[in-house]
């Protein structure tokens, strides 16, 4: 691999400075896109440790129903923790993958990274972190689909994608069925609620595009059950 390519992956990812130029030498990087074709899936055996350098992926689950819930995002500088238990389990992959944008990954082959994860305690570190931060994620996320109401949870949802937002633009881009995908409801009670949501002030909807018109007001039904 080529230095500049190295120093790119070091940057985002500092546990892997120690590698040697042999090791190096095993690693690619490749740019994906929303249209590329992919094999990763539920059931899927994986042949390479995957890292995120830029853009973002989906990772999600699909019901029996067909109907599909997200788990999270992975993106600059984090690795996908599912990935990772299959590779250090060697156990079928337990989600599905979407290219949301052009993406750049880092790629090792699964048999050396294995022996990475053995032998350097910094390597170890950077997963095991990836792995308590997605626990906690993922955790809270139980919480809000056992727990929550659909109205504090879009809400929520709302509001996070607002704090993500380009701060150049008042919109956040999401159309009612990406909303439906992620919280893991169905469109119809989305719409309904975004309806809803509209007609009392705290947001304004246009077609692909949403924007917090009240932030207190859309705050507030957090604290309503």
Known sequence: MEPHKVDEIIRLFPCFSYLSAQDWAQADIIRVVPSTLHPIAEGHYLKHAIFVLSGCIRIYKIGASGREVTLY???SGECCVLMMASILGETPYEASVQIESETDIALFPVEPFRKWMHDDPSVRKFIYRQFMDRFIHVSALLEQIAFGSVQERIAAYILQRH???DSDSEWIE???EQMAV???TARE???RM???FAQEGAIIVRRGKIAVADIHRLSSYLSLK
Request: glycine share 6%; aromatic share 0%; hydrophobic share 35%.
């Open 163 to 165: 704090e993500e937002r």
């Open 194 to 196: 975004l309806r809803s």
């Open 182 to 184: 992620d919280l893991g």
């Open 189 to 191: 009670v989305v719409s």
């Open 174 to 176: 999401l159309t009612h």
């Open 73 to 75: 995002r992975v993106r």
